[in-house]
């Protein structure tokens, strides 16, 4: 099986490739993929770039050039439940892009035609997860992902998206990787540990706490891949 591990910056795939520490590198569509043969798994490992656009190509390229047949997505996320706190991991059940505005047409927030403004992710890889966090012990919440392409450090705008779409969590990737998976038909999990509260002190907390989450969120993956 072809299993696409994915995250937006460096620092979300580091400590995967760490783990494996054997890789081969292929150079596609102006980025870098790290194959691994794990037994009987082979991984297709990458980073991006940050936002929409970039995880859409790098999960297109994953499913269509190297075969992945289910895509993971490790990183870290802006909180918006106040429940949520840094370190935390939040596993996506469904996801939305909160800065899509059509309204002027009579359409919802973030509402595209023949599209959809929620994506639901796959029942069964949120189950691994679940069983996952539970053989170790781990807390592993579940919620609502928004994603757009801004950094968001303003509560106003927080809780916008909060209210909007009943949001946990947001970050810029996950909902466009959602897109690519749900028109491929791609079962797919999108995983992310908290590294700010996306309010006015965002962009330090986030600074910060990007290499400890960004690990929290890569070795729940790594003992997920085990579980696949
Ligand atoms: O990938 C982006 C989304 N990530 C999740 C996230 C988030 N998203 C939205 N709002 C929040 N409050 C969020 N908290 C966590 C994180 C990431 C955010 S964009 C960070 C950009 C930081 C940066 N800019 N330049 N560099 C780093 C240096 C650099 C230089 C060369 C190559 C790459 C980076």
Same mark, same amino acid.
């Given at each position: 099986?072809?299993?696409?591990?994915?995250?937006?910056?460096?620092? /979300?795939?580091?400590?995967?490739? /760490?783990?494996?520490?054997?890789?081969?590198?292929?150079?596609?569509?102006?980025?870098?993929?790290?194959?691994?043969? &794990?037994?009987?798994?082979?991984?297709?490992?990458?980073?991006?770039?940050?936002?929409?656009?970039?995880a859409?190509?790098?999960?297109?390229?994953?499913?269509?050039?190297?075969?992945?047949?289910?895509?993971?997505?490790?990183?870290?996320a802006?909180?918006? &439940?106040?429940?949520?706190?840094?370190?935390?991991?939040?596993?996506?059940?469904?996801?939305?892009?909160?800065?899509?505005?059509?309204?002027?047409?009579?359409?919802?927030?973030?509402?595209?035609?023949?599209?959809?403004?929620?994506?639901?992710?796959?029942?069964?890889?949120? /189950?691994?997860?679940?069983?996952?966090?539970?053989?170790? &012990?781990?807390?592993?919440?579940?919620?609502?992902?928004?994603?757009?392409?801004?950094?968001?450090?303003?509560?106003?705008?927080?809780?916008?998206?909060?209210? &909007?779409?009943?949001?946990?969590?947001?970050?810029?990737?996950?909902?466009?990787?959602?897109?690519?998976?749900?028109?491929?038909?791609?079962?797919f999990?999108?995983?992310?540990?908290?590294?700010?509260?996306?309010?006015?002190?965002?962009?330090?907390?986030?600074?910060?706490?990007?290499?400890?989450?960004?690990?929290?969120?890569?070795?729940?993956?790594?003992?997920?891949v085990?579980?696949?």
């Amino acid at each position: 099986m072809t299993i696409g591990i994915m995250g937006a910056m460096v620092e /979300e795939i580091e400590p995967i490739l /760490e783990y494996y520490k054997e890789y081969e590198i292929v150079e596609y569509a102006s980025n870098k993929f790290f194959i691994v043969q &794990n037994e009987d798994k082979k991984l297709v490992i990458a980073y991006s770039k940050i936002g929409k656009v970039f995880a859409s190509i790098t999960a297109v390229t994953m499913i269509e050039k190297f075969g992945s047949e289910k895509i993971l997505f490790s990183g870290v996320a802006g909180a918006i &439940n106040e429940q949520l706190k840094i370190g935390d991991l939040i596993v996506a059940t469904k996801l939305c892009q909160h800065d899509v505005d059509i309204t002027a047409f009579g359409h919802p927030f973030g509402y595209i035609p023949e599209g959809k403004v929620f994506i639901e992710a796959d029942k069964g890889l949120i /189950e691994i997860a679940k069983n996952v966090s539970s053989d170790l &012990n781990i807390e592993l919440k579940d919620g609502v992902i928004a994603t757009g392409d801004q950094f968001i450090a303003d509560s106003a705008k927080k809780e916008w998206i909060k209210n &909007n779409f009943h949001a946990d969590a947001l970050e810029m990737e996950g909902a466009s990787v959602a897109v690519v998976c749900d028109s491929l038909n791609i079962p797919f999990l999108i995983l992310r540990a908290i590294s700010d509260s996306a309010d006015m002190d965002a962009s330090f907390s986030f600074d910060e706490f990007l290499k400890t989450s960004a690990k929290v969120s890569a070795e729940f993956i790594i003992s997920m891949v085990k579980k696949l």
